[in-house]
């Protein structure tokens, strides 16, 4: 099968080079189509995404990448809301779940967020009143409200999930959380199988550290979307860690949820285990989910000893070398 591979900037490719020597040591039948995006294209080329990359998307339907520098002061606001833009890319999809015998503070997380990716006050509707003011346009549709809703009710009958949780902030934005948590409450009649629960942004952060084994389905607007996320992988180990993708109708990219991390670039730092976790959604999504256990359970292995732990755990290990202790453990 073949998918495009977007390597990007900064650790983006020697977290991918990790994910495509994995997939060589499984003999997992991907052909990568690669095609670049970000400053380095720019430099080259004068464009952030090349009219090519965006074909090679739409013939090939997934692509899985590496995070991408947001320029500063030029260009687009950031690629990969574009990419996300371009491709309707409605749902950001951050399974949250401890990838192995870590030592963390909590046992049992094990929750997926599905984040409204294309409207709330990343919509980007912003006006500058005055040079003491300036104001952020909040969207919310019934239609992009409802449809991921649906992907989120549709995902925990699919995986055996029992509960969905809507989380805004209704009590106070009256009208467009109110919208969102209205469609919620209609499309959650159709799914009598799974629980619904309703709950506020702010007692969601404080559960999700108090409490985080009582979430199973988060779905939620753009803004606590990210929030809540980057909160799961601070509770199951960090970013490095954490896997993720962005699906629209007929296409998905798939990344992992951490940035392009300037400051251990290029040094052998980075942790590849979000991307090669990243990879399993992928591989779980084909049809090779035999493949993707494999790995997962590789990973857990490797953790199981600290001293294959790169520096974000608190190591000194390399971004080669947990590599190859994971391939080493992936038992064929
Ligand atoms: P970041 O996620 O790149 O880094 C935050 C901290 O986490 C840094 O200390 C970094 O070293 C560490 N870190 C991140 N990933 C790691 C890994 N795999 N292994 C070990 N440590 C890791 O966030 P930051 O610094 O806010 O953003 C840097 C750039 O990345 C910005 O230009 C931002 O716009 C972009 N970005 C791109 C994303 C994407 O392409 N999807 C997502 C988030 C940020």
Redesign the pocket.
């Known amino acids: 099968m073949k998918i495009t591979l977007i390597r ?1 900037d ?2 983006g490719p020697e ?1 991918t080079a990790a994910m495509e020597k994995v997939v060589g040591a499984l003999g997992i039948d991907l052909e990568f189509e690669e095609i670049n995006a970000g400053l380095s294209v720019f430099e080259e080329e004068g464009v952030y995404i090349l009219q090519r990359l965006f074909d090679s998307i739409n013939k090939n339907k997934i692509a899985i990448k590496g ?4 320029p500063i002061g030029h260009g687009f606001r ?1 690629i ?1 809301v574009e990419l996300r833009k371009k491709f309707d890319l409605f749902a950001n999809i951050r399974p949250i779940k401890v990838p192995g015998p870590l030592e963390l503070k909590f046992d049992g997380v094990d929750m997926v967020i599905f984040r409204e990716n294309t409207e709330d006050l990343y919509a980007g509707i912003e006006e500058k009143i005055s040079s003491d003011e300036a104001h952020s346009i909040k969207v919310i549709t019934r239609e992009k409200s409802q449809r991921i809703i649906e992907k989120a009710f549709e995902y925990a009958r699919k995986n055996a999930r029992n509960k969905v949780s809507i989380i805004t902030k209704a009590n106070i934005m009256k009208l467009s959380d109110g919208l969102f948590l209205e469609v919620g409450r209609e499309v959650s009649k159709k799914f009598p199988d799974i629980e619904f629960e309703e709950l506020l942004v702010d007692n969601t952060a404080m559960q999700m550290v108090m409490n985080p084994g009582r979430f199973d389905v988060l779905v939620t607007e753009n803004l606590y979307g990210d929030i809540l996320s980057d909160l799961g992988a601070g509770l199951v180990g960090g ?2 860690l954490m896997p993720g993708v962005n699906k629209g109708k007929d296409i998905a990219i798939y ?1 992992s ?8 670039a290029g040094k052998n ?3 590849p285990i ?1 991307m090669l976790l990243t990879l399993c959604l992928l591989l779980d999504d084909i049809n090779e989910k035999e493949k993707a256990e494999k790995i997962r359970s590789a990973i857990y292995k490797t953790l199981a000893d600290k001293k294959n732990y ?1 520096r ?1 755990l608190g190591g000194e290990n390399t971004t080669t070398g947990i590599t190859d202790a994971i391939i080493s453990n992936l038992g064929n």
């Open positions: 990007g900064g650790i977290i995070p991408i520098t947001t950031s990969n970013l490095g990344e949820i951490h940035g392009s991390a300037p400051d251990i730092l980075a942790n979000a790169t974000d």
